[in-house]
Nanobody, 116 residues
Framework: VQLVESGGGLVQAGGSLRLSCAAS????????MGWYRQAPGKERELVAA????????NYADSVKGRFTISRDNVKNTMYLQMNSLKPEDTAAYYC??????????WGQGTQVTVSS
């Protein structure tokens, strides 16, 4: 499975960005996909996750009500709509896909910078 993220960038506080993660390869084996982020000097943390079959979602408390994760099964693409961005959302954002083994696949990351 190969994952390619896009959509990061620089935005002012209060603004919005949408991240995309295009999956290719053996995507039929994936049962959970998610977005993680890592800020300098901090550990990588889960931002949001979606179960590919049911569409059930889960969010970190820090982004609830502001971020929305979704997936287009036809395009094999996952999205993260980020609204009301805050400077503390600044981080490298990584796309993750997990199969049934479980084995984790990672994208290369995309930088999100929120200025105050």
């Amino acid at each position: 499975v190969q994952l390619v993220e896009s959509g990061g960038g620089l935005v002012q506080a209060g603004g919005s960005l949408r991240l995309s993660c295009a999956a290719s390869g053996s995507t039929f084996s994936i049962n959970i996909m998610g977005w993680y982020r890592q800020a300098p000097g901090k550990e990588r943390e889960l931002v949001a996750a979606i179960i590919t079959g049911s569409g059930s979602t889960n969010y970190a408390d820090s982004v609830k009500g502001r971020f929305t994760i979704s997936r287009d099964n036809v395009k094999n693409t996952m999205y993260l709509q980020m609204n009301s961005l805050k400077p503390e959302d600044t981080a490298a954002y990584y796309c993750n896909a997990r199969n049934y083994e479980p084995y984790d696949y990672w994208g290369q990351g995309t930088q999100v910078t929120v200025s105050s």
